[in-house]
């Protein structure tokens, strides 16, 4: 399944694309493609990858592109201040770091039909509604049977896509909703 | 905004930066300031020059934090800001939010729940920072007190561990906010809902700025004190 998983690489800097590229292929046996600077202009939405990888003056050249596809979008970074639109992954971390990073973002972009707009999965609301029956994660992953990180995954995004962090906040959101 | 010194006029302050005028409060500043400078005005009130403006300067200014400068005011002048924020947020601040609330509510159709879902979680926000009000008040302020006072002469320098913490007051406020800006739904009167979303937004602020004196100045202290 991660054979059909495609990366995209856009930045100017060739040795962090290389080596990107490189990290990709020996520690997810993934072929990461590291496009030039012709590649969103030619863009055809058919093929939409699953995760891009961008420097800083690529993404402010074309925010346009990659605002609508914020959540599979990584921005290369120098330090770790963190952004509000974009995850970032800090091209001086070291290689584990970088691979725990990866795998990150691997499994939180599977949402991939919903990333783009801010309505509710399915299974996001489902797992809303035990959230707010008060279950707790593993609770929640037992009854959906599905893995503990699965349900992180969902949260973050819930919590992404609402705005609503806290517990009570996401329980006030599912009644007003008629969820719970 | 600049930086404001000893020199500064308090209604140039004011002028630039209304929500100040609460903070003034707690010093017993209030409305009709005149020209008074701020030197002037602390030297009147006894109160510390350079503590008065340090705390104005950290409150106008978020990317400013003098953490060394802060650090090295005593426990009680900062317990004693403290103590009288909470009174603010006790006395003025929650009766406004909940005055507002009222008022929309009783103005709302009333097939539109969406607002008393809002007000209940409100209620929760509520409570729980009454409650750290009174831990305040009732234990962690004196327990500091009275540190400091037994270990009078030898102020720690052993401060560390300083850091942000996840205030759960704090996240609950900004869902709130956020749900009242996103997700409000129905009909309601709308200058109604607009002075409940002003005065929770300056609650917000207020609490975010003394999170940062209580986290990153008081604790520290209170737990060099303890050791």
Sequence with gaps: MMSDYKVIILTSDTLNAIGLRSIFEAAFGISAYIADEHYIDSFSTTKEPHLFFVDSKTLVANLGFFLPRKAKTVLLTYDHNPYDDFQTLCVGDNESDIINAINSFLTGGHDEDNSTTNSLSQREIEVLRLIASGKINKEIAQELNISINTVLTHRKNLTAKLGIKSISGLTFYAMMNGIV | ?227
């Design chain 2, 1 to 227: 905004m600049t930086l404001i010194n000893q020199d500064t006029k308090l209604c140039d302050i004011i002028l630039q930066e209304p929500s100040t005028i609460t903070v003034l409060d707690r010093f017993g500043i209030s409305l009709g300031v005149g020209d008074m400078r701020i030197d002037d005005a602390c030297h009147e009130r006894g109160i510390d020059v350079n503590f008065f403006t340090t705390i104005l300067n950290t409150y106008i200014n978020e990317n400013y934090f003098p953490q060394t400068a802060l650090l090295a005011f005593s426990a009680s002048k900062i317990i004693d800001y403290l103590a009288k924020t909470n009174e603010y947020y006790e006395k003025n601040v929650i009766p406004n939010i909940e005055r507002h609330f009222a008022f929309l509510i009783s103005k709302t159709p009333a097939q539109n729940s969406n607002l008393v879902l809002m007000r209940q979680f409100f209620d929760e926000v509520k409570t729980e920072l009454l409650q750290r009000i009174e831990y305040d008040r009732n234990k962690w302020f004196p327990t500091i007190a009275l540190n400091e006072y037994k270990s009078v002469g030898k102020m720690p320098n052993a401060v560390k561990d300083v850091k942000d913490f996840n205030d759960p007051i704090e996240e609950k406020i900004d869902d709130l906010i956020n749900m009242l800006i996103v997700h409000l739904k129905g009909d309601y009167d709308h200058n109604l809902g607009y002075a409940v979303i002003f005065a929770i937004f300056s609650l917000k602020k207020d609490i975010k700025q003394n999170n940062r004196i209580r986290n990153r100045i008081l604790m520290p202290i209170s737990q060099a004190l303890t050791q």
